[in-house]
């Protein structure tokens, strides 16, 4: 048996054999006290597996993962006992996490032979080196001694895509639980919160947009709709549906199919990151400003999804933005952004230069403005009209 | 003699255009915030403090014109107002311009013609409400949530809102014009000044 070559060349002189029998028996009869330390259940397995000398995963031996180890010589490859066995809650979590369905295995991450209890962000920054360097730059990095695993739980993790801002914000309450008090400045904090996140404000570069999605209104507030009850309540998956062409009113009427199904159904919206820049730190004072946000000039307004929840992940599907400018009139009750909706020169000026008219949606709420505007323009007109007759006539 | 517009009314009417006019300009900055007319922060407090300045306007008015009188005699509908309204039209349209004589001359009496009697009708008892317990309700968006998510959220809310604002915008350039076209261009001026 060819695996059985180097066993043999080390195998044991019957005394020595006797000694090791004796020091196994010692061995075993300890282990249920939970007095297996590394070095004690490897000493003898050192001699062969060298590679091992100074492994360290807590205070489990090599027989805890290798039982089929015990007997020497062993037969055949040994298959370690499956890591749930005592890390039951942390596989349970990872089984839903966004790591898991990327296809990464515990071993991937986690050097189970040489387990440190701290290795610091290098395993993390092995895939997410760009997210590690901006971070490493930041003040976070600077100021404290702040891992990656401080911030986020990489055995629970799900894609940032798919958070809400209650669960993105949750990421920096862990240390900064005031954040509220903090942003007493701020009209409204809590209203506003429900619709951002931190880093809307304190990263700069990381790219900010409106996103849309279905929620269902009840008494503990709004909460987004899954996927199995987008599902169950459509009747099949809609997954596909939004094409290529107009998405808002392809969204819009799917909303009004739902909507006529479940009353409590609502399109939300919030403005959150769909691409992050890992520094966290910034404080953006001069920003303080209501038009920073309130206004045709903020740059989220340039991007705009629809989050449909989907069986793996959510499809974030771009927006031309009418679904803003119209649709949540019933629909989404507190989500208002000013400006977006108001009438623009460009607006007046391609209706004098008779462009091809707009549909009402993709006017949406402007038409307030395009009306309101042009019954100013012609009572003006009128009264210069009749000034001139008055005039004339000499009355 | 008996003034035209008394004392009461004619306070109110100035201090009401002051605050009408400076809410619509704060208005525009607070809709349009691109235009720069004040920095937003001051244009929602001058906006907000006036709004609640404007309501304790109208109260005073509503108060004053039912003690007087004035609310009933001079808003009361009565079927020739209805009948008036055509030949009130042709005389702006028309007659004006041919010298013909007012066919519902202004009098302490009876202040106002067919359709300016629609005109008032419309702004104080119709549209001053509505933007009053619209801006009421944007005084407080938390405080009024219910009361807000009731009638369609933030946004029918500000539709609602800011369509009365275009109609009082509207209502100012016509009010502003027509009290031109008395026996002078300012004689009707100086009436709601003096009072006769």
Same mark, same amino acid.
């Given at each position: 048996m060819e695996g059985a070559g180097p066993l043999r060349k080390i195998a044991p002189a019957p005394y020595a054999l006797s000694l090791r029998l004796l020091a196994a028996a010692l061995m075993l009869t300890l282990l249920p006290l939970g007095a297996a330390k590394a070095a004690g259940g490897a000493e003898g397995c050192l001699e062969c597996h060298e590679a091992y000398v100074g492994a360290r995963h807590g205070n489990t031996g090599c027989l805890d993962c290798h039982p089929g180890s015990a007997s020497v010589p062993h037969e055949g490859k040994q298959q370690p006992q499956?890591? $749930?066995?005592?890390h039951e809650g942390t596989v349970a979590s990872y089984a839903g996490s966004g790591h898991k369905k990327s296809?990464? *295995?515990?071993?991937d991450c986690h050097n189970v032979h040489f387990l440190q209890k701290d290795k610091g962000n290098r395993v993390c920054a092995g895939c997410h080196g760009s997210a590690y360097e901006a971070f490493s730059a930041s003040l976070h990095a600077k100021k404290g001694s702040l891992r990656c695993t401080d911030c986020h739980d990489p055995h629970a993790i799900?894609?940032? $895509?798919? =958070? !809400?801002t209650k669960e993105r914000i949750n990421v920096c309450a862990g240390? #900064?639980?005031?954040y509220l008090n903090k942003h007493?400045? =701020?009209?409204?904090p809590a209203l506003h919160f429900g619709y951002l996140e931190?880093? +809307?404000? #304190?990263?700069?570069?990381s790219e900010k947009s409106i996103v849309f999605f279905f929620a269902r209104k009840s008494p503990e507030g709004k909460v987004r709709l899954p996927y199995d009850q987008l599902v169950r309540l459509y009747g099949?998956?809609?997954? !596909?549906?939004?094409? @290529?062409?107009s998405r808002d009113d392809q969204i819009g009427r799917l909303f009004r199919v739902l909507a006529r199904r479940d009353k409590n159904l609502v399109i939300d919206a919030s403005v959150v990151v769909t691409k992050p820049f890992h520094?966290?730190? @910034?404080?953006?004072? @001069?920003?303080? $400003?209501?038009?920073?946000?309130?206004? !045709? $000039? /903020?740059?989220?307004? !340039?991007s705009m999804f629809f989050v449909l929840p989907g069986k793996g992940s959510a499809e974030y599907i771009p927006l031309k933005g009418t679904l803003l400018a119209s649709?949540?009139? /019933? /629909?989404?009750?507190?989500f208002f952004l000013l400006s977006k909706n108001k009438l623009k020169r460009k607006d007046i000026i391609d209706f004098l230069l008779l462009k091809p008219l707009r549909t009402d949606r993709d006017i949406g709420f402007k038409w307030i403005d395009f009306i309101g505007f042009w019954l100013i323009a012609i009572t003006g007109a009128a009264i210069c009209c009749h000034i001139v007759l008055r005039l004339t006539v000499r009355r | 003699m008996k003034p035209l517009h008394p004392l009461w009314l004619r306070i109110w009417h100035w201090a009401n255009t002051v605050i009408i006019v400076l809410l619509i300009v704060t208005g525009l900055e607070l809709g349009?915030?691109? =235009? #720069?007319?004040?920095?937003f922060q001051k244009a929602v407090l001058i906006h907000k403090v006036l709004g609640f300045a404007m309501i304790a306007g109208f109260l005073f008015w509503l108060v004053a014109a039912v003690l007087d009188g004035s609310l009933a005699r001079c808003y009361g509908v009565r079927r020739r107002d209805l009948s008036g309204l055509a030949r009130q039209a042709r005389y702006y349209a028309l007659g004006t311009f041919k010298g013909e004589t007012d066919p519902f001359p202004t009098t *302490?009496? @009876? %202040?106002?013609n067919p359709l300016k009697k629609l005109a008032y009708i419309s702004i104080q008892l119709v549209f001053t409400p509505v933007v009053i317990v619209t801006g009421v309700l944007f005084s407080d968006i938390l405080l009024f949530r219910q009361a807000i998510g009731f009638i369609g959220g933030l946004r029918v809310l500000d539709a609602v809102h800011v369509i009365a604002a275009y109609v009082f915008a509207d209502f100012i350039v016509i009010h502003a014009y027509m009290a +031109?076209?008395? %026996? +002078?261009?300012l004689s009707r001026i100086r009436e709601m000044f003096t009072g006769i």
């Open positions: 499956p890591c $749930r066995r005592c296809g990464l *295995a515990c071993r799900r894609p940032y $895509r798919e =958070l !809400g240390c #900064h639980g005031d007493a400045w =701020l009209p409204y931190c880093a +809307t404000c #304190h990263s700069r570069r099949t998956d809609p997954a !596909g549906l939004i094409r @290529e062409g520094e966290y730190s @910034e404080n953006p004072v @001069e920003e303080r $400003r209501c038009v920073a946000c309130h206004s !045709g $000039r /903020a740059r989220f307004y !340039g649709y949540p009139i /019933a /629909a989404s009750t507190d | 349009f915030t691109d =235009l #720069h007319i004040f920095p *302490a009496g @009876e %202040k106002f +031109t076209t008395g %026996k +002078t261009p």
